[in-house]
């Protein structure tokens, strides 16, 4: 944009300039030869009344001749008619005969020049021509000075107004690439991202415009929040309920991995509220390790294999693997992926776990997926599953950088895996000792 406007100036401008400078030195260089002309007329009425006021004679003549400038400096002549010229003539004969003849003034070409003839009607009728020779150098004597002015200035207004348009490019470029950046920066997750109006008054209007859209946004994200925390607490009314009853049950291993399992839904629970009651515009971004969480819920889920007599392996997660995603949405990805298993597979199909940088993958010995993009619509997966599941995994995979995959496994079954960029997957946090996952 800045180049494009001093590019505009510049031609705009230079247009201008020659507009104006091509007439103005045309009028200088015929002001110049007006000018000399003139001084030739000068020189020959002096040297008409020297005529008249000398005696007869070309001695009184050549006398009068050289009291004029221009015959000093050898450019004037007198032609009498029948009689020899006195001084330096520079015309063509013929036209000192065609102006004694016509008994008028006239401008003739000469040989370097023009010659000035003035015809001069003396006593008993005789005709004298009066010759004022005047040079190509005086005729344009001047001009070159003026037309370099007349160039200077035309630079001068065409470089003035080209640094002119710079600097208002410079303002609105500088105001565009604000703008940019902080949409950009917006739209990058910083919710804290505003755009300090500056430039010309569209721009400045955009830039308002932007930071209203800002704040709304992060105000329907909190209200969004708000509801998800409210819907939440609202879980907490069954679940107490559901515990009272867990409490009830007589000591034992189901009694005991019921309370568990209550106390670990419990914090989840209080996760979310406390996630959810946070502004939007207040989080910051978080690091998180797969290793570390696959590790976890496998530890929750490996007690159901058992009792399902499920056979498992895991396989992998030597060193950490850090993602850029939230541990609650990590963890609700991996509980997503084992729980497929468990809900989608008859007791004893058993299945594989394997943890990497270039991902999680999760093999099953079930009847598999037929339609890998009817199962990740929401509410068309069938079966009595909503779809939400898998959606949350290809959520959570795209915020870490990766993607969904759903094929066929090597168990024959079904494999859906988090596929991760093995640059995205680099270690962020400090470093410490990975948790290794062996089966």
């Not at 867990?246 to 106390?263: H, L």
């Not at 009651?277 to 989080?283: E, L, W």
Request: aromatic fraction near 4%; hydrophobic fraction near 45%.
């Amino acid at each position: 944009m800045r180049s494009a406007l001093m590019r505009l100036s510049l031609a705009i401008t230079s247009m201008i300039a020659l507009a104006f400078l091509v007439p103005l030195a045309y009028v200088t260089k015929q002001i110049a030869h007006d000018r000399a002309l003139a001084d030739a007329r000068y020189q020959a009425d002096a040297m008409v009344a020297a005529l008249a006021s000398a005696p007869d004679g070309s001695g009184s003549l050549i006398r009068a001749v050289a009291t004029v400038p221009a015959g000093q400096s050898g450019r004037l002549a007198v032609h009498l008619v029948g009689d020899a010229t006195v001084g330096t003539s520079h015309a063509n004969p013929a036209d000192v005969d065609r102006a004694a003849h016509q008994r008028r003034s006239l401008t003739a070409d000469a040989p370097g020049g023009v010659a000035y003839l003035q015809t001069v009607v003396l006593d008993g009728d005789r005709t004298a021509v009066v010759e004022v020779y005047v040079s190509d150098g005086e005729l344009s004597q001047g001009v070159g000075a003026a037309w370099l002015a007349l160039a200077g200035l035309a630079v001068v207004l065409v470089a003035g107004s080209t640094l002119v348009a710079d600097r208002l490019g410079a303002q609105i470029v500088r105001a565009t690439r604000k703008l940019a950046e902080g949409a950009r920066a917006f739209g990058d997750g910083d919710l804290h991202a505003r755009v300090e109006p500056d430039g010309p008054p569209e721009l400045r209007d955009a830039a308002r415009s932007f930071n209203r859209m800002a704040e709304q946004m992060v105000a329907f994200a909190d209200a969004e929040r708000e509801l998800a925390a409210d819907l939440s607490h609202r879980l907490r009314t069954p679940l107490t309920a559901l515990r009272l009853d867990a409490d009830a049950m007589p000591p034992g291993p189901i009694g005991e991995r019921m309370r568990q399992a209550f106390d670990a839904l419990d914090d989840e629970i209080e996760q979310i509220i406390t996630q959810a009651r946070r502004s939007a515009a207040d989080r910051v971004p978080e690091t998180t390790d797969l290793v570390e969480v696959v590790a976890d819920r496998l530890a929750f889920w490996s007690v159901l294999a058992e009792d399902q007599n499920r056979p498992w392996r895991v396989t992998g997660g030597q060193e950490p693997v850090y993602l850029p995603v939230a541990e609650s949405d990590l963890v609700s990805a991996v509980d997503c992926l084992l729980g497929n298993v468990f809900q989608h597979t008859s007791e004893g199909t058993g299945f594989e776990v394997h943890v990497s940088a270039r991902g999680l993958i999760v093999d099953d010995a079930g009847p598999g997926i037929a339609d890998p993009d009817h199962a990740l619509r929401r509410g068309a997966s069938g079966a009595g599953s909503t779809g939400l599941g898998l959606d949350i995994v290809r959520r959570v995979a795209e915020a870490a950088g990766g993607r969904l995959v759903i094929e066929r496994s090597s168990l024959r079954g079904a494999r859906i895996a988090i596929e991760l960029d093995p640059f995205a997957a680099e270690t962020a946090a400090p470093p410490r000792p990975a948790r290794r996952i062996v089966r």
